[in-house]
């Protein structure tokens, strides 16, 4: 199960860190033993990869929209990966899930609103 939190209303140039809890492994594996990735998607469009980071953490990708605003990153001690978001624009509104890469698996989302 993975499940996020975090999200929530704020204003322009503003900022939210989300976190995203994973639990229930199959047999033999751990939170450390995948790669975690955030997505988002936006009222009326499609899925928009955010960023992954890599299974100790040292390796961080991130695509257009996230580069010099957001930060992913990871606590495996804590099951827990984490998305740092600054500077927020109107158009970051959407809802924002954790996956696993390795399973596509998915939590239900945390809502991020911002506006004036």
């Known amino acids: 199960q993975l499940r996020e939190s975090g999200g929530g209303a704020v204003q322009p140039g503003g900022s939210l860190r989300l976190s995203c809890v994973a639990s229930?492994?199959?047999?033999?594996?751990?939170?450390?033993?995948?790669?975690m990735e955030w997505v988002r998607q936006a009222p009326g469009k499609g899925l928009e990869w955010i960023a992954q980071?890599?299974?100790?953490?040292?390796?961080?990708f991130y695509g257009d929209t996230a580069k010099g605003r957001f930060t992913i990153s990871r606590d495996n001690a804590k099951n827990t990966v984490y998305l740092q978001l600054n500077d927020l624009k109107p158009e970051d509104t959407a809802m924002y899930y954790c996956?696993?890469?390795?399973?596509?698996?998915r939590g239900q989302g945390t809502l991020v609103t911002v506006s004036s």
């Open positions: 980071v890599s299974t100790d953490g040292l390796k961080t």
């Open positions: 996956t696993e890469t390795e399973t596509n698996r």
């Open positions: 229930n492994f199959p047999p033999k594996y751990s939170f450390r033993d995948y790669h």
